[in-house]
């Protein structure tokens, strides 16, 4: 099956993207819900995490306090490796087995550290979403209710535009307006639709 890897900076619209191409029957696996996953109740992932970071980073539900959490590892290089190194490869695995069990002409992994890790090496083909960085700052502080210099931070601890730019097959730009999205990721689902094809014959 063809796997198309859609990934961009926080806040370039991803989501957004992948939520139309839902829409269009088109499988989406989304490894900000796999990571969900395996640091649910119950995970060795989440116990490893508590026992790292102690009580602070769990809520009363024995759930993962994330911003808290999150709040920690940007502040401190060592510990955001450490949690990258634990839990990267478990996200692999998990994706491993959500593509495994697809029937489709194509099906999407979308994810924020595609190129960051080596979940690109799962895919045929890489989408990267794009925006402008006050876009991306704009967004994100209203939908994550975050601070500007938080946002920016996240910003500069993830792959510089640039490199995810020349990493891409296929740029996305999500700077316009909803009825612009609409339409370009029409225009994307076609583009896909026709590259599944050729793989096949």
């Not at 796999?34 to 970071?53: H, M, N, Q, S, Y």
């Not at 994330?66 to 590892?73: A, G, Q």
Request: hydrophobic share 45%.
């Amino acid at each position: 099956m063809f796997v198309v890897g859609l990934t961009g900076g926080i806040g370039c619209g991803k989501s957004a993207v992948s939520e139309r191409l839902a829409e269009k029957n088109i499988p989406i696996i989304d490894a900000d819900v796999v990571a969900r996953e395996v640091v649910a109740p119950g995970e060795p992932a989440l116990d490893a995490i508590g026992k790292r970071f102690g009580e602070a980073v769990l809520l009363e539900d024995g759930c993962l306090n994330r911003p808290k959490l999150r709040e920690i590892v940007f502040a401190d290089e060592k510990q955001r490796v450490w949690l990258e190194q634990l839990l990267h490869p478990i996200i692999r695995d998990r994706i491993l087995a959500k593509l495994e069990n697809l029937e489709s002409l194509y099906a999407v992994l979308a994810s924020p550290l595609l190129l960051e890790t080596d979940q690109h090496l799962l895919v045929n083909h890489v989408v990267v979403v794009d925006a402008p960085e006050e876009r991306q700052i704009e967004r994100t502080a209203a939908r994550d209710n975050t601070s500007e210099d938080q946002v920016r931070a996240i910003i500069a601890a993830q792959m510089p535009r640039e490199e995810r730019l020349e990493r891409a097959d296929t740029v996305f730009d999500n700077s316009g307006d909803q009825s612009k999205l609409d339409a370009n990721v029409a225009s994307l689902h076609q583009a896909l639709v026709a590259l599944a094809n050729s793989e096949i014959e």
